[in-house]
């Protein structure tokens, strides 16, 4: 079935605790992107990804990490987290012909105390 | 800078009558809107994007860049409709192509 998967789904950790989110897409889209979805911001966008080793910033980059060293990965790293960057975090892949054409992810609930 | 503005937080309307969900937008260049959908315990998917001018699941929505908007209409609202909306805005062709900017979202109930 063709999906983008997201892990882990649930997690709670503490300040400073370093943690990644994986994302991966069997679709063979070359457009990937993160997102955070807080109540009354709606979905604001961390990074995106437009191929192999293209990253680049989206709208509240501070606080987040991005690699894209293959094609279907494109991990979120939070080197140290804070309790704002508790969210629920959404990652979305695309076609480059249809980039913004968005394939979701199920979405990552993480809480930082 | 981007931006995409959808003033109602929460619209609730009756089974059979038409919907509105607003949505405004701000950018200097060539846009590329569209609307994504979340029903529940369900995944964001896309709705409907402004190139291509169809109409899915009843509902549709017009660019007018002279209003810079791009409200979702829908004249007979059904109960299956009822979930959380949010418009979209890409600068397509822009010098950041790949930027997709959302607005806050729209949680729209249809009413029995």
């Known amino acids: 079935e063709a999906q983008v998967t997201q892990n882990p789904r649930y997690l709670i950790t503490v300040t400073g605790k370093k943690l990644t989110v994986t994302c991966s897409q069997n679709?063979?889209?070359?457009?990937m992107s993160w997102y955070r979805q807080d109540p009354g911001l709606g979905l604001r966008q961390i990074y995106y990804?437009?191929?192999?080793?293209?990253?680049d910033k989206g709208d509240v980059p501070e606080g987040y990490k991005v690699s894209r060293k293959e094609k279907r990965n494109f991990p979120l790293i939070l080197e140290s987290p804070s309790p704002n960057q508790t969210s629920l975090y959404f990652c979305?892949?695309?076609?480059?012909?249809?980039?913004?054409?968005?394939?979701f992810g199920a979405g990552s609930r993480l809480t930082v105390l | 800078a981007q931006r995409v503005t959808q003033p109602e937080k929460l619209l609730s309307v009756f089974k059979g009558a038409p919907v509105e969900l607003k949505c405004n937008y701000s950018?200097?260049?060539?846009?590329?809107l569209f609307w994504y959908v979340q029903y529940s315990r369900q995944r964001l998917q896309l709705l409907l994007r402004?190139?291509s001018r169809e109409s899915i699941k009843g509902f549709t929505a017009d660019l007018n860049k002279g209003e810079t908007s791009f409200h979702l209409k829908k004249p007979f609202a059904q109960e299956e409709d009822s979930a959380m909306y949010y418009c979209?805005?890409?600068?397509?062709?822009?010098?950041?192509?790949?930027?997709?900017?959302f607005g806050q979202g729209t949680i729209l109930t249809v009413h029995p």
């Open positions: 979305a892949s695309s076609p480059v012909s249809g980039a913004n054409v968005l394939t």
């Open positions: 990804s437009m191929n192999v080793e293209v990253t």
């Open positions: 950018y200097s260049g060539s846009p590329e």
């Open positions: 979209a805005l890409s600068n397509a062709g822009g010098t950041s192509y790949g930027k997709l900017t």
């Open positions: 402004h190139i």
């Open positions: 679709m063979n889209h070359e457009y």
